[in-house]
């Protein structure tokens, strides 16, 4: 086995997190292991693809539920900019569509946080070496997506808008739509996920990642 010398050029580690706690423990973490470091921070999306253009680190470790930009675009901007990026998705969300999300806009891997910290310089380790690891945990959760019809993107706006609280006569107006192309998309909603009214298709899209609430 090879060992790790000084004249090695260790990994360098964007880390992007809204918590500074949380940053910080990644900090420790990644600060513990003599061949990488953590070479930039950053609270929120936007910070995290000025950060990455400014100083391209070897691996990024994002989340996901992130101020003024959220992750899942930061991930977009960064890898449109730099297609060889290497992201690691470090969140508490579960959902199968954000893990979809996730890995489709081109993170290299998605990790839970409660599951990850005993491991993660391995998994930055594996990342770095070209690797795309799945957890088995994590594979389950997307493979649950198979289970369901997949929802449009007008459909997504209409189950946004239905989880604010508005009517489908509401949610037509936001959209310029009439009420009986809501009341289509509203029936075709529920079908796709396998619910029998409005409010347990917004309490399923929500578990599944599907929509957020901010």
């Known amino acids: 086995m090879r060992h790790y010398c000084a004249m ?28 990488m470091e953590v070479t930039g921070t950053a609270a929120n999306g936007l910070q995290a ?26 991930i977009r901007r960064i890898r449109s900019a730099d297609v060889h990026a ?25 990790v839970l946080k ?6 993660l310089a391995g998994v930055v380790r594996a990342v770095h070496n070209g690797a795309q690891p799945l957890s088995d945990d994590v594979r389950r959760i997307l493979a649950t997506r198979l289970n369901y019809g997949q929802l449009t993107a007008r459909e997504v ?14 949610v037509g107006k936001s959209l310029g739509i009439t009420e009986e192309t ?16 409005r409010t347990e298709a917004v309490t399923r899209a929500l578990r599944r990642g599907i929509i957020h609430l901010y």
């Open 8 to 35: 090695d050029k260790r990994i360098s580690v964007l880390c992007v997190d809204d918590h500074q706690i949380v940053r910080e423990g990644i900090v420790a973490v990644i600060g513990r292991q003599i061949d």
């Open 49 to 74: 693809v000025e950060a990455f253009l400014q100083n391209p680190p070897d691996v990024t470790l994002m989340d996901l539920q992130l101020p003024v930009l959220s992750g899942l675009e930061a």
């Open 86 to 110: 290497k992201i690691i998705v470090l969140t508490t969300y579960h959902g199968d569509e954000d893990v979809h999300r996730a890995l489709e806009a081109g993170a290299a891997t998605y």
């Open 114 to 119: 409660e599951a990850v910290l005993d491991d």
């Open 157 to 170: 706006e209409v189950l946004e808008l239905i989880a604010q609280g508005l009517s489908n006569k509401e």
């Open 182 to 197: 809501t009341k289509v998309h509203v029936r075709n909603i529920m079908e796709k996920l396998d619910v029998e009214d």
